[in-house]
């Protein structure tokens, strides 16, 4: 495992084992602008993507509704309708 300290006396950043689950919907633009931050969040930081269609699940379709998408890391939701590209960081170090 390697580690980057931020600081000196921080805390190790890594986010290889972090599993992150994106759930959306085709043809939303919204879900479209996210996958790009989070797919550049995930060549920086390494962790398991998954992309998941909620129409393709009626649970997940009743579940989410049209609140697309949604980004759940390691099984807790962190984003509803749009990703902040800083907070996803701060979130992963």
């Excluded at 797919?39 to 989410?64: K, S």
């Amino acid at each position: 495992m390697s580690w980057d300290w931020p600081w000196r006396g921080g805390r190790p950043k890594t986010s290889a084992g972090r599993h992150v689950l994106f759930y959306t919907r085709p043809g939303c633009h919204l879900c479209d602008e996210a996958w790009e931050i989070v797919a550049a969040a995930r060549r920086r930081h390494g962790f398991t993507l998954e992309r998941v269609d909620v129409d393709a699940d009626p649970a997940l379709a009743a579940r989410h509704g049209e609140c697309v998408p949604v980004v759940e890391i390691d099984g807790k939701v962190r984003f509803r309708g749009r990703v902040n590209g800083v907070l996803l960081e701060r979130m992963l170090r």
